[in-house]
Every structure is written in structure tokens, then in C-alpha cells.
């Protein structure tokens, strides 16, 4: 072989080893450890694929600075943000259709696969106290939140209107099936305001998603609204008894998109394949208390392989929990996002 052939014929094989790496991009801390063990990991060994994992903040900004530069191949996101991402050409077009069955696509729940994202994960935002706060009768329903002569004491917040407008027009009589029409109204962001006024002097404000569930843990709250992972993780934990009140819940999902400047569109297309079985979503759940997507799934869920927790009991979208719940509406959080910071922003420096 020339000089000149085994010098190209080098150069090839990086390149080679190139096209066939995955790079996918999820969020970090034990969600990103529960997804290598139940979906990435089994990826990687049955297709002989390399796979790269980064972390990133979960916005549709940071796809936007990043993807291209660092080589984004599948990106995890929150179905809001997967839609503000798609409407700007960031996101490659999926069309469900043609990667799953007709019988495969009504399997999913609670929403089904968009031309730009599949369905991979449920998560809520729920409301969780300090048993030991409540001796006698226990809060078991949203209104309990606004509720300050009942169950008086410090409530943990995030600091943003998500969330928490929805749980306001709930604890004021709005059937869940109309709260995100009124939401888009200036009548009900007025409405769900002076709900939170009721308790304006008794938030605790969280930024991180840590926070809430650490707040009930050291007493700086003794009720919180947070993520249903965040304080399972907690009870787990046994630093301090949490219940979680699952009335209210709202239910979230996380999606598997394909980043527009991907080089391998196809390898990514097999991924999504593979981590959207119910096989694969069963595993996830059985790690972390985020249910899977796909109806099929549920009956997989057994107990976690490490502590033996029975995982189907903590889910959110799992069928026995009770009580009100609503499935967010990932249209309204994209199309609001400037109006309800705006007008969050706005309550903060004094009455609506």
C-alpha cells in the first residue's frame, strides 16, 4: 500500500468510528443514572453502538447555542420546550407514523408522539408535607395548600407561575378540564393571583428542583409543591417522614427528540425506537418513580432492583391514584411563556 493510500485509509477509520457514536443529552444526578442502567446501557449492547452522554439545562436555548457545536445527536426535553424547539427548526421531524404501528401509537398515554417528539416518561408536580407537622387530621387535597388557619406554617414555592397558577384555579372550584382555558384569559391569570395572595406571607421561595423536598426535610417548610421524585428520593432516604398528597398532581412528560444538525438521523431514529418499548420504559420505572408513556408498560413494573421498592405505587400517572389530575398542557406553557413570567414578575413587586 502507497504512503499516500495508507495515510487516507487512516484517516477514514476516526470518521468511521465517528458516524456510528450516538451523542445523547439528558439531565444529570440519579435520572440520568436510571436511564443509563434501564435504556442506555441495553441500547449500547445490543446494537454494538458507542454512545456519549452529556448534560445540559433542559432548555430549548441551550439546544439552540449547543447542539451543533458539540454534535447532538438525541435530546431529552420537556415536551414544552420540544415544541418551542420544533416551531424554530431546531428539532428534526420524526414522522410517528413511520417509526411505530398503528396499534404502537394508541399504546401511548397520556399524549402521543408529534412530528417533532415521542413520549418517553411521566413526571408531576405534586404537593408534599412533613407528617410529623399534622397531628391529628392531615392535608389530602390542593386546597389544603391556600388552607392557613387548618394547616398554618411556611409553604415551599418554586419561584415561577408554573405550576402553581393551576393549583390556584383547582383550590378555587375550577374542574381541571377548564383550567388551562382560563388560564388564557386575563380573568383567570386575575382569579388565580388573588389565590396566591391568600398565601403571599407564608411562601418559602425554591430554585432548584432539590430545594423543596430539603426545605420539608430541615423544617423551613411544612408543606411543599415540588416533583414526585424529588420526595420519594427523601421518604427513601428516611431523613424525615414525606407524604405525598397526589390530588392535583400535574402530570408532565418528557419526550426523546432528534436535533436538527444530527450526522447519524437514522442511529437516532433506533434509539428512539428502542428506549420507547415498553420493555425499556418498565426498566426506567422500576429505577425512578417517573411512569412510563406507554399503556403496555405498567404491568412490567416490579420492584426496584436495588432497594425492592414496589415502584408501581409511587407513579404519578399510575391508574389507582385518586383524586383530580391534570396532564399539562405543553401548547399553553409554549405560547404563554413571556405572558406568565411577565405577569409572575409583576404579582411579586406587589398585588395584581
Request: net charge negative.
Amino acid at each position: 500500500m502507497r504512503l499516500f493510500d495508507l495515510l487516507l485509509f487512516c484517516s477514514v477509520i476516526p470518521a468511521l468510528a465517528a458516524a456510528d457514536e450516538l451523542k445523547i443529552v439528558s439531565w444529570g444526578g440519579a435520572y440520568e443514572a436510571a436511564q443509563r442502567a434501564a435504556v442506555i446501557a441495553p441500547f449500547a449492547a445490543e446494537t454494538g453502538r458507542s454512545v456519549v452522554v452529556e448534560t445540559y439545562d433542559g432548555s430549548w436555548t441551550a439546544l439552540s447555542e449547543h447542539g451543533a457545536i458539540h454534535g447532538w445527536d438525541v435530546v431529552d426535553m420537556l415536551a414544552d420546550q420540544a415544541r418551542i424547539a420544533c416551531a424554530r427548526g431546531l428539532l428534526l421531524e420524526i414522522r410517528p407514523q413511520s417509526l411505530f404501528s398503528s396499534e404502537a401509537l394508541r399504546d401511548f398515554t397520556p399524549v402521543r408522539p408529534d412530528r417533532c417528539a415521542v413520549p418517553q416518561n411521566a413526571y408531576a408536580r405534586v404537593m408534599a408535607y412533613d407528617d410529623r407537622a399534622f397531628a391529628g387530621v392531615k392535608p389530602t387535597r390542593v386546597e389544603d395548600f391556600f388552607d392557613t388557619r387548618r394547616f398554618p406554617g411556611p409553604r415551599a414555592v418554586q419561584r415561577s407561575p408554573d405550576g402553581i397558577l393551576e393549583w390556584a384555579l383547582l383550590a378555587e372550584g375550577v374542574p381541571p378540564e377548564q383550567v388551562y382555558g382560563l388560564l388564557s384569559t386575563d380573568r383567570g391569570l386575575r382569579l388565580a393571583f388573588r389565590k396566591l395572595d391568600s398565601i403571599r406571607d407564608d411562601i418559602v421561595w425554591w430554585d432548584e428542583p432539590a430545594e423543596p423536598a430539603e426545605m420539608l426535610a430541615d423544617g423551613r417548610a411544612i408543606m411543599a409543591a415540588g416533583f414526585n421524585g424529588r420526595f420519594f428520593d427523601m421518604a427513601q432516604r428516611g431523613r424525615v417522614p414525606i407524604d405525598i398528597v397526589w390530588d392535583g398532581r400535574i402530570i408532565g412528560v418528557e419526550v426523546w427528540a432528534i436535533a436538527a444538525t444530527t450526522d447519524t438521523p437514522e442511529i437516532a431514529r433506533e434509539f428512539i425506537l428502542h428506549a420507547t418499548k415498553p420493555a425499556a420504559m418498565a426498566r426506567f420505572a422500576t429505577r425512578i418513580p417517573y411512569g412510563p408513556t406507554r399503556d403496555s408498560a405498567f404491568d412490567r413494573i416490579g420492584l426496584n432492583p436495588d432497594t425492592g421498592v414496589p415502584m408501581r405505587a409511587y407513579l404519578p400517572n399510575a391508574p389507582q391514584h385518586g383524586g383530580r389530575a391534570l396532564v399539562q398542557d405543553s401548547g399553553w406553557y409554549a405560547n404563554t411563556e413571556n405572558l406568565r413570567q411577565r405577569r409572575f414578575r409583576n404579582w411579586l413587586g406587589g398585588p395584581d
